[in-house]
């Protein structure tokens, strides 16, 4: 059953060309899909536009359904109300996701309050037992703690729990490991599949990093230039790609494949990218 529908959605920034150009996948419930691609490909716009959080000049067309219901168009009073309940946002930096003036108990309870309309206690007990869920040590020293009290590795986990503890349909992640060591990320993954599980949510998982992709999703959706290129399941993508972009990527994230004194393989070298008039570069 599809939980997420985007038919045809383009976005586009004041006067400047549009930089997603008819994009089309869906989601189904539980399920993980990764969306990759180079930087400035729209990977973060699509998640934007799916949040509802594209600033005001952006123009978005199109359609995005998110269990039957569109949101395209949706005043921000009706859908301001979904984002943190029925779908939510891990982002790739926690420290600039996170208030650094509000313990971050108080921030993640505040999530429970706001849709729950729960006591102060009941939030705080439901605060203190996600983040014991996703594995931070001494729950209530950490809510209590400030984000530059935290670790790198800490405050991302807070930035999951505030997602997760809603139980939302649909988490997006965008790039959630990048900033963290290899063991911390590994940590984080952990965590993050263990209660994607728990809550049964879908996740639309954006990313750089191919290793990363694999341990997370079975689904991955292929971004160049606004479009997407190629999808499918990750399986089939990863061993046979149709496209020569994703060839190229490929190539490059298998490193152990190249011969001793070769040169490494670049994109460049699978797909050419075509010639683009000044003024249509593709951001996010």
Do not use: W
């Amino acid at each position: 059953m599809s939980l997420l529908e985007v038919r045809n959605l383009s976005v586009a920034f004041g006067r400047r060309p549009p930089t997603l150009t008819g994009i089309d996948f869906t989601i189904d419930a539980g399920a993980r899909v990764g969306l990759i691609g180079q930087s400035g490909s729209g990977k973060s716009v699509t998640a934007l536009a799916v949040m509802g959080l594209l600033p005001e000049y952006a123009t978005a067309t199109g359609s995005i359904r998110l269990g039957g219901t569109e949101l395209i168009g949706r005043p921000d009073a009706l859908f301001a109300p979904m984002r943190g309940n029925d779908l939510s946002m891990v982002f790739q930096e926690p420290m600039t996701a996170l208030d650094p003036t509000m313990k971050v108990g108080r921030q993640v309870a505040e999530v429970v309050r706001l849709h729950r309309k729960s006591s102060r206690e009941q939030a705080r007990a439901l605060t203190l037992d996600m983040l014991e869920q996703v594995d931070l040590p001494d729950p209530e020293q950490v809510y209590d703690a400030f984000a530059h009290q935290l670790s790198g590795g800490q405050r991302q986990r807070v930035v999951l729990a505030m997602a997760l503890i809603n139980q939302p349909d649909l988490v997006i992640c965008d790039e959630p490991t990048t900033a963290l060591d290899v063991t911390v990320q590994q940590q984080v993954l952990r965590v993050l599949r263990h209660n994607l599980d728990a809550v049964g949510a879908a996740c639309l998982f954006i990313t750089h990093d191919l290793a990363v992709l694999s341990q997370v999703c079975d689904q991955v959706l292929v971004m160049l230039d606004g479009a997407i290129v190629e999808a499918g399941e990750l399986k089939s993508v990863f061993t046979d790609p149709q496209h020569p972009y994703t060839r190229g990527l490929l190539a490059t994230a298998r490193l152990d494949q190249v011969a001793p004194g070769s040169r490494l393989p670049t994109v460049a070298d699978f797909y050419r990218r075509p010639e683009r008039t000044p003024g249509t570069e593709v951001a996010g």
